[in-house]
């Protein structure tokens, strides 16, 4: 990321690389703006960028769950982040390889043919199924583009009205808000997360959701371990209570070795890379580089954050 910054930034500024070693003082005077990539700065850091003059705390990243936003704010820095369209080709096409990989078996497909045994197991088709979105930003949307391709019909819900004119752009039928949720999970063959985590979605797929999905049904996460009840998921697995799940993002990271998703044959992971390509660090990069200019300029970043959530 930061060599993508440095073209980014076109030698315009004077960029200055965090030192974990060095006093945070030194490091942060004069600085204007401060990129965060992550979003994993200290209330140490922030006091020392304010003292500093800092015009902007910009982070690469669109998840706000590991810096204190109340506490920035309060500090009267503005801060910013990267939206989730920057990443949600990533995402999508993340969530989609997720949905395949277990369509297709990978899990038994690999370990039948180290041990030689051909022509199992017996596959799905995704033609046909229905995709339900919790979540209907820019990953959401691109996952829906997708789906149309290989013929799926695709339900969404969100927390923001979504124009029928979008819905019809991205094939996309849109049940409502969080209070569809129900209604969702029961019709849908994959279930797939792209909503931020918030105090409200927090925990949002808990065991009463799992009860309510189809026997034959896959939960796919790229977003957010905490918006699931990880427990209540284990124990659907455990029982085929749902029929597997594709995950990315969990709640603690990385994952202890004796986690039972580790040990789950009805499961296929991946270490939090779903939205870390070469593209979209380039446009992350881009997009912080624009407000660095805009900052320069004494005007107001773009994709501001206004409150803590």
Not at 3 to 12: M, N, R, T
Not at 148 to 162: H, N, Q
Not at 290 to 298: I, K, L, P
Request: proline share 5%; net charge negative.
């Amino acid at each position: 990321m930061y060599d993508d910054f440095l073209e980014a930034i076109e030698g315009k500024h004077h960029v200055r690389l965090y030192d974990a070693r060095q006093p945070l003082a030194s490091q942060f005077a004069d600085t204007q703006v401060v990129v965060d990539q992550g979003g994993w700065g200290t209330h140490g850091m922030i006091d020392a960028a304010l003292a500093g003059g800092a015009k902007l705390w910009q982070i690469i990243g669109t998840g706000l769950n590991h810096i204190d936003v109340a506490y920035v704010l309060g500090t009267g820095i503005p801060l910013a982040n990267s939206p989730g369209f920057l990443s949600g080709v990533a995402l999508a096409e993340h969530a989609l390889f997720l949905m395949l990989c277990l369509s297709k078996n990978l899990n038994a497909s690999q370990r039948n043919f180290r041990s030689g045994v051909f022509y199992h197991p017996m596959n799905e088709e995704l033609e046909g199924k229905t995709l339900g979105l919790i979540g209907f930003g820019g990953s959401g949307r691109e996952l829906a583009k997708r789906a149309w391709a290989f013929g799926m019909r695709t339900l969404a819900i969100d927390v923001t009205d979504v124009p029928k004119a979008v819905q019809e752009a991205y094939h996309a039928e849109c049940l409502g808000g969080p209070q569809e949720l129900e209604s969702l999970l029961q019709q849908s063959d994959y279930v797939s997360i792209h909503a931020p985590l918030t105090s409200q979605t927090e925990r949002m797929i808990h065991r009463s959701a799992f009860e309510l999905m189809k026997p034959t049904a896959y939960l796919i996460n790229v977003a957010r371990g905490e918006i699931v009840d990880e427990e209540a998921l284990v124990d659907a697995l455990r029982t085929h209570r749902i029929r597997g799940a594709g995950l990315d993002a969990f709640s603690k990271e990385p994952l202890p070795s004796d986690h039972p998703f580790l040990h789950l044959e009805n499961v296929v992971l991946s270490p939090h890379i779903a939205g870390g390509t070469r593209e979209t660090v380039q446009r992350r990069s881009r997009a912080a580089a624009q407000n660095v200019f805009r900052a320069a300029e004494d005007l107001p970043p773009l994709h501001q954050i206004l409150a803590p959530e």
